[in-house]
T-cell receptor, first 111, second 113 residues
Framework: AQSVTQLDSQVPVFEEAPVELRCNYS??????LFWYVQYPNQGLQLLLK??????LVKGINGFEAEFNKSQTSFHLRKPSVHISDTAEYFC?????????FGAGTTVTVRA | NAGVTQTPKFQVLKTGQSMTLQCAQD?????MSWYRQDPGMGLRLIHY???????DQGEVPNGYNVSRSTTEDFPLRLLSAAPSQTSVYFC????????????FGPGTRLTVL
């Protein structure tokens, strides 16, 4: 079975600073990886996804992620965060129609 | 276009009561799924459906039933509610088999006393 581990449960960051959210996955077969964001009291929305091709994936709102097969990682980055990026972020992997989520990373952006 | 709608938004049940959480979509998506979200555990898949008449179990199916008689609707039934089922429930849909983006509803917050 495939699974993901998010290495940080909470990430505080100052406005305009860079942020990196770490995600490792375990899989013995082809992987399809996703990052979702959940703003307070809302459902989830897709930030970006990796299915194949270029290992650097660009998403919405200035986020990007890099798929690293040798390190089994899919870390999410943003070079300069805004207050509005305060949210919970989930890494996920899909296998056989089932999407498995990590435990989530709460990002709090302070002025 | 309403997208994915869930009702009710909030619900309080007593242990042993039954209820149905409703999920409807107007995007003509074949794939629909139910998740529960608990603090520190992310979202866990309860049941999913790849089309009308087809359902299957996810990671945490015990205590829940589903059916899919139409493309649009995918209700989740709690047969005999337990305090362990206190959670936030999300319905999601996707075109195809889930490799595409999943669109999430706004959630139902359920408390079982």
């Amino acid at each position: 079975a495939q699974s993901v581990t998010q290495l940080d449960s909470q990430v505080p960051v100052f406005e305009e600073a860079p942020v990196e959210l770490r995600c490792n996955y375990s899989s013995s077969v082809s992987v399809y990886l996703f990052w979702y964001v959940q703003y307070p009291n809302q459902g989830l929305q897709l930030l970006l996804k990796y299915l194949s091709g270029s290992t650097l994936v660009k998403g919405i709102n200035g986020f990007e992620a890099e798929f690293n097969k040798s390190q089994t990682s899919f870390h999410l980055r943003k070079p300069s965060v805004h207050i509005s990026d305060t949210a919970e972020y989930f890494c996920a992997v899909i296998n056989d129609y089932k999407l498995s989520f990590g435990a989530g990373t709460t990002v709090t952006v302070r002025a | 276009n309403a997208g994915v709608t869930q009702t009710p938004k909030f619900q309080v049940l007593k242990t042993g009561q039954s209820m149905t959480l409703q999920c409807a979509q107007d995007m003509n998506h074949e794939y629909m799924s139910w998740y529960r979200q608990d603090p520190g555990m992310g979202l866990r898949l309860i049941h999913y459906s790849v089309g009308a008449g087809i359902t299957d179990q996810g990671e945490v199916p015990n205590g829940y039933n589903v059916s899919r008689s139409t493309t649009e609707d995918f209700p989740l039934r709690l047969l005999s509610a337990a305090p362990s089922q206190t959670s936030v429930y999300f319905c999601a849909t996707s075109a195809g088999t889930g490799f595409n983006e999943q669109f999430f509803g706004p959630g139902t917050r359920l408390t079982v006393l």
